[in-house]
């Protein structure tokens, strides 16, 4: 299928889509080797692919204050505009379209109407890889699935340009966006992307009302410094807000990268100086762990949702999210 936002440079095409802005000559592909110049047509590759799919709890994307304790129907491709050293998803995420022996695409109404007949979905999730670079599937599904009543949610990167991330906003609820670091160095070296249009991305979901969550996964000497965090946090309830919800989780070693477990004196240390200016912290990778787990209201300190791993009971909120001892809120998107 022919892909949207790329433009004609000399003999080859210049892709559009995220920041990479790749210039492709006939017969090669974009970093994200989903798009390919055919003949001087840049081809989306991974259309309607999807590697895996599953009814996941909302918790797991992590969304913890959108539709808590909801399910929703969850696809992904393969493939990534990013290469990141530490991917715990590496299996699909650095797998592409053209390395995968052939697979059957599916269309839009397919997904959708699964979507519909799942027991207490609410909606889909376009996760698992990064999204993103099936920009054309994921569009026309949401829009899909949005007129039929179903809810969007997006696991990304944020490594979009802001012409096709404006048009996905349009149909999309809610993301996560993973903010691998506060440092262009880390980005560059450890991922090959840079920081800034990240920020952008972020600033961008939160100016257009869409509900935000950011994920950092700690590394241990490489992005876990506290001035670094301290500075993120800063940034992040500067420009989006202290109520912005900061999932900090625990990195174990995958892909290339053979650094142990960051240990979990780190990430509680990193979930305090959080906690200074963000009300809304919470730690993942965790087992069994019971600091920043929970929701606890801002203004009266009530645990409003209490979890264990992904089992979620709602404790101390309104129909409208509000906290029920002292009228709070909203906390949480319901």
């Known amino acids: 299928m022919e892909a949207k936002y790329y433009s004609k440079k000399g003999n080859g095409i210049r892709c559009n889509l995220c920041p990479h802005s790749c210039s492709i000559q006939d017969g090669r592909f974009g970093i994200c080797k989903a798009r390919q110049n055919q003949g001087g047509v840049l081809n989306a590759l991974g259309y309607g692919v ?14 913890y204050h959108f539709h808590p304790g909801s399910r ?6 393969y493939g990534c505009n990013l290469h990141c050293d530490f991917c715990q998803n590496f299996e699909i995420s650095q797998s592409f379209p053209v390395s995968m022996p052939p697979l059957r695409s599916y269309q839009p109404s397919e997904v959708v109407e699964k979507a519909r007949v799942l027991p207490e979905n ?6 698992y890889n990064e999204p993103t670079i099936s920009f054309e599937f994921m569009l026309e599904t949401a829009r899909l699935a949005k007129s039929k009543g179903l809810l969007n949610v997006a696991v990304s990167n944020g490594y979009i340009n802001p012409a096709p991330l404006r048009e996905l906003l349009e149909v999309l609820d809610a993301f996560n966006i993973d903010l691998k670091s506060f440092s262009d ?4 070296s450890q991922t090959g992307g840079r920081l800034k249009p990240v920020l952008k991305t972020l600033v961008t979901i939160r100016e257009l009302g869409k509900h935000l969550e950011i994920a950092f996964l700690v590394i241990p000497g490489l992005n876990d410094s506290l001035a670094e965090t301290k500075a993120m946090v800063s940034w992040i309830a500067s420009n989006l807000g202290s109520n912005t919800v900061l999932h900090i989780n625990r990195y174990y070693p995958a892909y290339k990268l053979k650094i142990p477990p960051t240990p979990e004196e780190r990430l509680v240390e990193l979930y305090e ?7 809304y912290v ?7 762990n019971e600091v920043g787990c929970n929701t606890i ?8 949702i209490r979890r264990n791993g992904y089992h979620t009971v709602i404790s101390a909120l309104t129909r409208e999210g509000r906290c029920s001892s002292c009228g709070y809120g909203p906390i949480v998107v319901m």
């Open 273 to 279: 100086i959080a906690r200074e200016k963000l009300a």
């Open 297 to 304: 209201c801002p203004s009266c300190s009530s645990t409003v």
């Open 72 to 77: 929703i129907f969850s696809i992904g491709s």
């Open 50 to 63: 999807i590697s895996s799919s599953g009814l996941d709890p909302m918790e797991k994307k992590p969304l």
């Open 282 to 288: 919470y730690l993942g990778n965790l087992h069994g």
């Open 185 to 188: 160095d880390f980005y560059r």
């Open 122 to 127: 609410i909606g889909i999730a376009y996760t």
